[in-house]
């Protein structure tokens, strides 16, 4: 844990003192007034990645679950309605460096509903089979990825 991350529990520590509750949700209600407090002071050293990195992390999470969800509608409208459906199998170039990177950016694409990981090649680049292509075509597919679950896993991992 870093300095900011420990002053961050130790300040809602004191605030649930201060407030005399000592429950969770006065707790996590410390965390995030601490949270706040310690973005806005930017003279700490480590303040402001750690900051910058919770708030990365807080919109990858929230991204993901945006994303799942209308994934999941999409395959359902694909599904119901007596439309086409196109699959494809297409490589998508990715900026990941590390296996932790990479790992995660493999791991969202393939739980999120209509799109898979079938390999990682070498160069970094992903094999992606989607069970519908999206109305602009291939393109709009890598785009997609590259624009969505890649740039926010890599904001929240760097």
Known sequence: MNNAAIANVLLA???????GSFTLPN?????VAAFAALALVQTVPGIP???RKTLAITSLGLFFIGDVLRANFRVTRDLISAGTIEPA????????KTDLEMTLLVTL????PGTTVIDVHS???LLVHFT?????GADAARQ???DGLERRVLDAIR
């Open 13 to 19: 520590l004191v605030w649930t003192a201060i407030t």
């Open 27 to 31: 707790f996590v209600l410390g965390l």
């Open 49 to 51: 990645a750690y900051s």
């Open 89 to 96: 199998l297409l490589v998508v170039p990715t900026d990941a």
């Open 109 to 112: 694409v393939t739980v999120t």
């Open 123 to 125: 160069d970094g680049s």
């Open 132 to 136: 519908n292509l999206p109305p602009g």
């Open 144 to 146: 997609d990825i590259r």
